[in-house]
């Protein structure tokens, strides 16, 4: 059970490269604590090469941290075999990604249901037409995905995470490859997906979309340098800026 509303907890965790013909090892993450709470909509940003995505990995289960522990709703997937944590991803975890990763030959209702069904805890009809109408799409379950613009696409992969109720939604730049309005529905979206005890954590380089977010965490280097809360996109632009060259914090 998670403790206090804890969804997400990171404790020291670094993640180090093996180095390739001859070059030094790379060190991505320099040993990262935090937290996210029930109901938070955390947003990650850096330069590029910040260590934010390889953070995003760790923290998910997609990558193993080279050491310290990352903990979902109290349970150490660290401390979990590869099967452990590929159960507890789909049973626990929602992601949204910048390329949608919807099936082409499935309709939009069979990719909404499709994660359910994989972990053995399939939707009902009425369940996934409800969840595809929240988003918007409820004249499209029959579509498939390449009928569907990019802004469509990425409120599929919404409703494939909203109809699951996993308690952490984690986003890789979600609305990377949208529009300013498409991207402005996607961003609503997920923060509504924070509700109901759960909580999101996004990766984003887009200072505006960044700021839609309840706490900002800046990385620089593989570290965290900052935490701002409820920022302005200015304030955001500032403390990336500053990053290259301050203290860590």
């Not at 004249?139 to 990425?154: E, K, M, N």
Request: with cysteine; net charge neutral.
């Amino acid at each position: 059970m998670a403790r206090d509303g804890v969804l997400l907890a990171a404790i020291d965790v670094a993640k180090t490269f093996a180095a390739q013909g001859g070059a030094d090892a790379t060190v991505a993450l320099a040993g990262v604590s935090l937290e996210v709470r029930a109901g938070e909509f955390v947003a990650i940003v850096g330069p590029s090469g910040s260590g934010k995505s390889t953070l995003l990995y760790c923290l998910s289960g997609l990558e193993s941290p080279t050491s310290g522990r990352v903990e979902i709703s109290g349970t150490d997937i660290t401390a979990l075999s590869a099967r452990g944590v590929a159960s507890l991803r789909r049973e626990r975890v929602g992601f949204v990604f910048q390329s949608y990763n919807l099936i082409p030959s499935l309709t939009v209702r069979e990719n909404v249901a499709l994660p359910a069904r994989l972990s053995r805890r399939p939707l009902d009809g009425a369940t996934v037409d409800a969840t595809l109408g929240r988003v918007g799409l409820g004249g499209f379950a029959g579509a498939y995905p390449g009928t569907l613009s990019g802004g469509q696409q990425q409120r599929v992969a919404i409703a494939r995470v909203l109809a699951s109720a996993p308690d952490l939604v984690f986003a890789d730049e979600p609305t990377g490859a949208l529009d300013t309005a498409a991207g402005a529905v996607v961003l609503d979206l997920l923060r509504e997906a924070a509700g109901d005890g759960r909580a999101v954590v996004m990766v984003t380089h887009d200072l505006e979309a960044a700021a839609r977010a309840d706490r900002v965490l800046v990385i620089r280097d593989g570290a965290l340098h900052r935490e701002l809360a409820r920022p302005t996109p200015r304030e955001i632009f500032e403390a990336v800026e500053r990053s290259a060259t301050g203290p860590v914090a």
